[in-house]
């Protein structure tokens, strides 16, 4: 490696004093900076980069040693001033799993050294804020013990009802619009295949390639004019949308006027169309 020594103009001659060390050798330049060596007044003899005697190094290191104490009692005058309340001191303490010593506050009863030590299974430990159970869980914001709690903590007690299907008991949601008949999917679509029911209706063909639902061309025969096709929705009381019996049917004017009846809970039960077999 090239050393290039700096002989004279520039930089900092030789027995030059700023703070409290005194430059004794000449400069040289290694790695981008001038470097030189001082001697401390405490002793200490060292290399230092020469830009930063007497602007950033004044000794080496003694000055700062000094002056600690006093900076940090400084900064905790200015702390309290600005209302920061300083934590307790630790002391040695010994965990109550691993018996290992290790630093805790005087103000805390902690008797473990690590998340580790205290839940071993990497389980936290929280109460139910429904029901008061005391549970674990992974989660550090876990609440709840189950989801039943969650769901009655959150909308309310839920009403106990039947399932038409296996007669098993089960809670709904209280604002559920219309009250559900199963307890699971499994059951309700256990029940369709049992009934020969079909979740679609049927078409029929019209010719020309034109298709329209069978309840639909039904109700269009018996009142004599044609539905409007984004309009008049038809409702089946029972919700077998292939029962095309006209006591089944319920002819609404829009589907605002359905919205409407869903919404305020004033679903129809008997149809308006009962006139055109003589039954009103």
């Given at each position: 490696m090239i050393v290039r020594v700096r002989k004279s103009g520039g930089g900092i001659h030789v027995g030059a004093k700023l703070g409290r060390l005194t430059v004794v050798g000449s400069q040289w330049h290694e790695r981008k900076y001038w470097r030189c060596v001082a001697v401390c007044d405490c002793g200490n003899r060292g290399i230092f980069l020469t830009h930063s005697?007497?602007?950033?190094?004044?000794?080496?290191?003694?000055?700062?040693?000094?002056?600690?104490?006093?900076?940090?009692?400084?900064?905790?005058?200015?702390?309290?001033?600005n209302g920061y309340i300083a934590p307790a001191p630790k002391r040695n303490k010994v965990c109550e799993r691993c018996f290992q010593l290790y630093r805790g506050r005087t103000d805390h009863p902690g008797r473990y050294c690590s998340f580790k030590c205290r839940h071993p299974n990497g389980k936290r430990t929280h109460r139910c804020e429904e029901c008061g159970v005391v549970f674990s869980d992974s989660r550090s914001f876990a609440k709840f013990c189950s989801v039943e709690c969650h769901n009655h903590n959150q909308t309310g007690p839920r009403p106990e009802l039947v399932c038409m299907r296996c007669d098993a008991l089960f809670f709904a949601r209280s604002d559920h619009g219309r009250w559900p008949s199963y307890c699971s999917r499994e059951c309700f679509l256990d029940d369709i295949r049992t009934d020969d029911w079909m979740l679609n209706?049927?078409?029929?063909?019209?010719?020309?390639?034109?298709?329209?639902?069978?309840?639909r061309l039904i109700i269009e025969r018996i009142i004599g004019r044609e539905l409007e096709y984004c309009g008049e929705p038809v409702l089946h009381l029972n919700g077998n949308r292939r029962d095309n019996r006209i006591e089944n049917m319920f002819l609404f004017p829009s589907y605002e006027a359905m919205g409407d009846a869903f919404n305020n809970g004033n679903m129809p039960t008997e149809s308006n169309l009962l006139w055109a077999i003589g039954k009103q």
């Open positions: 005697i007497g602007k950033t190094t004044y000794s080496c290191g003694c000055l700062h040693r000094e002056l600690a104490p006093m900076r940090a009692a400084k900064a905790v005058k200015t702390k309290e001033k209706p049927k078409d029929v063909c019209l010719g020309d390639g034109k298709r329209k639902r069978e309840h």
